[in-house]
């Protein structure tokens, strides 16, 4: 990766070059280096394999550009240029941006910050120079402590099964590091901000296909420290749930009571709630809360917001990839919309919209502010040729009145804990809430108040309705957990909730 010092230094001397272009009005330039490293694990009893595959990396260093001429200034270009930051490339860049220039009656302008704070100290994070190594050790370790459990447990679950019948273990997953360096400056800013972050992410899944049984379990930090605390215990976790998971049963179609714990209520929050809860998407009158700003969307018990700089989060971040402060935005609070997720150019075109008022609701004279405009890459780095979107960063849902787990059961009474959830999105459109999912593991029934037998995996699909889930639910958990989402770039701390009348639909059954 390019050191800071390097970024800044470039954008600094292309500014200098761009504030020389006399047909510009406004331009904005940003630079960025990021990379992505995956230690894949792949585990297999009865084929040949390697356990821990060899690193992959996804890397980009580049530059994006984006323009305001100043003949018009609702006309506007961007482009950008991979590779290592040079004056060459910024006028191939200014090249195809002047080329791709349009008049967008909606476009106001470029991001500015009109008394611009004094940058505080960038947050030296012991990941963004972490060596490879780290990372093929905690995925051996992985590995090796998923090998340990299932040898504790194979005494007692195969004591009766010929010694040389394949047992068909399977341990996937991957310990990934994401990091990403960050410089801005352009003509609306006196000097050039920049930032840069690291976090990984871990994730393993356990089956045992002569038990039926598949198990997970994950963890994600912002330290060196958090990969040593968390990653090694994950294969004997996930294992020892496997084991637990054996023998399962198939529920029947119906509407059941469940308790929905923190990784099914993550993927519903992300793919429903926070797509919802921009200014995009209530400009385009797509929002799942169309005209209920200010309204009662949630149970009064649960509260939502994104937090940047949380001390308890993995993601950390003191900029936008717009060069704008990043901060703490309420979302939902004790169950009432209060805030947007937000970029400059929606935020600015939700607020002159003259439907505004229908799409808002009755507090149609709320400002949202733009500290939310991240260039997200498909590994949730930042880079420099994805365009500036309303991305979250870590997500927190938290509960008044939460009960632990054990009360929650006997709340419920009979009923599914589901535990884990796949292939979760949107039907009928986002506006509507209804959603879909596939119960994947990691789930049982509940009788009499107490954890029953496990189930089946991939043997439930959810048809639900957000509302189901939040507007009402029987009672939430006290405690918020991380968990992660495959694909997404925001890390989710949530608590588990349980809903009164969820749709399950019975899968692959016998007729």
Not at 154 to 174: M, Q, V, Y
Not at 296 to 311: Q, T
Not at 395 to 403: K, P
Not at 410 to 433: K, L, S
């Amino acid at each position: 990766m390019l050191r800071l010092s390097e970024l800044s230094t470039f954008v600094r001397v292309a500014t200098g070059a761009l504030r020389r272009e006399r047909d510009l009005g406004d331009f904005e330039i940003y630079c960025s280096s990021s990379e992505q490293i995956v230690a894949r694990l792949n585990y297999t009893s009865d084929i040949p394999c390697r356990g821990v595959e060899e690193l992959k990396s996804l890397a980009g260093d580049g530059i994006a550009l984006r323009i305001a001429m100043k003949r018009n200034p609702h006309e506007s270009g961007a482009a950008f240029e991979p590779g290592e930051p040079s004056l060459d490339a910024l006028r191939r860049c200014l090249e195809r941006a002047r080329n791709a220039s349009v008049v967008d009656p909606d476009f106001s302008g470029l991001p500015a910050i009109p008394r611009e704070p004094k940058p505080g100290p960038i947050e030296a994070n012991d990941l963004i120079a972490m060596r490879d190594g780290v990372l093929v050790q905690g995925a051996w370790s992985i590995i090796r402590g998923a090998l340990s459990s299932f040898r504790c447990g194979s005494a007692k679950a195969f004591r009766n099964a010929p010694k040389d019948e394949p047992r068909g273990l399977i341990i996937g997953g991957d310990l990934t590091l994401i990091r990403d360096r960050i410089a801005v400056g352009g003509s609306r800013f006196a000097a050039v901000r920049a930032d840069q972050s690291a976090h990984f992410r871990a994730s393993v899944a356990v089956l045992i296909e002569a038990l039926e049984a598949k198990a997970t379990a994950s963890a994600l930090g912002g330290s060196r420290a958090a990969i040593a605390r968390l990653v090694p215990r994950l294969g004997a976790d996930a294992m020892r749930r496997a084991f637990a998971l054996s023998g399962g049963e198939r529920a029947p179609s119906g509407t059941w009571r469940v308790i929905l714990g923190p990784q099914p209520i993550a993927e519903i929050l992300n793919y429903m709630i926070v797509p919802s809860l921009t200014t995009g998407a209530f400009y385009t009158a797509s929002s799942a809360y169309h005209g209920r700003f200010g309204q009662p969307v949630m149970d009064e018990r649960l509260s939502l917001a994104d937090d940047p700089c949380a001390s308890g989060g993995s993601v950390r971040r003191r900029i936008s990839c717009e060069g704008l402060p990043a901060a703490k935005v309420d979302l939902i609070r004790a169950g009432r919309l209060v805030g947007l997720l937000s970029n400059h150019y929606d935020s600015r075109r939700l607020a002159a919209d003259e439907h505004r008022a229908n799409k808002l609701g009755a507090d149609a004279a709320v400002s949202f502010g733009a500290g939310n405009g991240f260039r997200i890459g498909e590994g949730g780095e930042r880079r420099f040729d994805a365009h500036p979107g309303s991305s979250g960063t870590n997500i927190f849902m938290r509960s008044r009145g939460g009960m632990d787990l054990k009360r929650m059961l006997a709340a419920v009474g009979d009923g599914i804990y589901i535990g884990r959830v796949w292939y979760t999105y949107p039907i009928n459109g986002q506006r509507a809430g209804d959603f879909t999912c596939t119960v994947s593991g990691d789930s049982y029934l509940i009788r009499n108040g107490k954890i029953g037998p496990p189930l089946v995996p991939n043997c439930l699909r959810i048809n639900g309705n957000i509302e189901q889930v939040f507007a009402h639910p029987i009672a939430v958990g006290a405690r918020a957990e991380p968990a992660i989402v495959w694909g997404s770039p925001e890390a989710y701390y949530v608590p588990a909730i349980a809903a009164e009348a969820i749709p399950l639909t019975a899968v692959g059954a016998d007729d």
